[in-house]
């Protein structure tokens, strides 16, 4: 991992956002007095692709800020490298290495054929949001006009397609909870966005020959359903009968709100139930399932399917006492690999920790609730146990709380691997080794 090319991006991250938020400032964009600080949050919630909200979106924001916060969602989730290059490529031709180097790095490419896989992208992108915003406007059609109706649908389809979970609606999609087509149309964007562009591209391309899937791609196919599945089934049994959240609904709306909790609880942060009535049981196992994610080189945050796959493969390979090397799809896992999920697992969980522990002493708070909105932050997701009205817990955070959510937000866009690059710095080469110790464990 090139430090260069990481603080670069980490730096047009910080420059998107400051300038998201001097805009999103003018008064051109918002309704009433908007804080810096909550200009700030909500620029880095868009450009991270989180959806914790400090101020009513649809309230607060005119037409003007609302189209700057989907740009900034847009931009966040197809990574401003893409971007960037898609800009090169106009004024030139080719790119010189840096530039191809800066773009893997970006989006975790496999290889440096990055303008054939930019265009790709962008194919994708573009043609699974245009058909998402029609199904979605046709859906807003029966309670709006067809102008509103058309731009909720764009936005929401863009939003969640970049697992966002930005709402122009005040209570999410709590009143859509009994509308299948609307609330799978969601999920389904959801899910191709999280799955990652390299998983999409390869998928459409071995659409007919599944056995050519490389191993990235089918620990992605079965975790997504085995997350999506298991979440379902967590959240039934525990919320059954509370009669705040999934009680007093039918059969098939239970199972319906319940798969469309299990895929927001992962990546996105749209909910069609109040997350505050959740049982504190769900909230905390919620906390897992946020942690995990989805795919790398996608529009979700956390520590990603394959690290968690990984590591459990290595434990059960350890546990068993097997006197062969982990591995998966009869493809051995390299050390290195299983050395860096083991650390994207211990360093995230320690940043999740400490975080929490910072705010729970300086915000006079509840716990859990700290908890289950910093890992919604560093996890990108943006489910909220809400501030008692509309708005995300993050709400009632002081300044310096927000902050804090902020670099957290950045840190679970941006990677672990990265965001530690960013802090510690390289190592230097070294050019000898120790002698091996013996420790017992």
Known sequence: MQHKYVKSIFLGYILIIFIGAIILSLPICHIGELKFIDALFTAASATTVTGLIVTSTSENFTFFGEFIILALIQMGGIGYMTLVIIFFLFIKQKLNIDEKRAMKQSLDLPNLHVISFVKRILLFVLFIEFIGAIILTVQFLDKYEFIDAFWF??????????????????????SYQSDSLSLLTICFLIIFGGLGYFVLIE????????KRFTIHTRIMIYGTIILIVSGMLLFLSIEWNNPKTFGELSFYDKILNAFFLSVNFRTSGFNSIDLASLKESSLFFSTLFMMIGAGQGGTAGGMKITTVAILIITVIYILKGSNQEPNIFKRTIEQKVINKALAIIIFSSFLVLFTTLVLVETQNLPFLKILFEVVSAFGTVGVSTGNGDILSFSQQFDDFGKSIMIILMIAGRLGVFAFGLILFGKAKTKHFKYPVGRIVI
Do not use: P
């Open 153 to 174: 649908g764009i936005f929401h389809s863009i939003s969640a397609f970049n697992n966002a979970g930005f709402s122009l609606f005040t209570d999410s999609l709590i």
């Open 203 to 210: 998928i459409y391309e071995n659409r007919k020959f599944s």
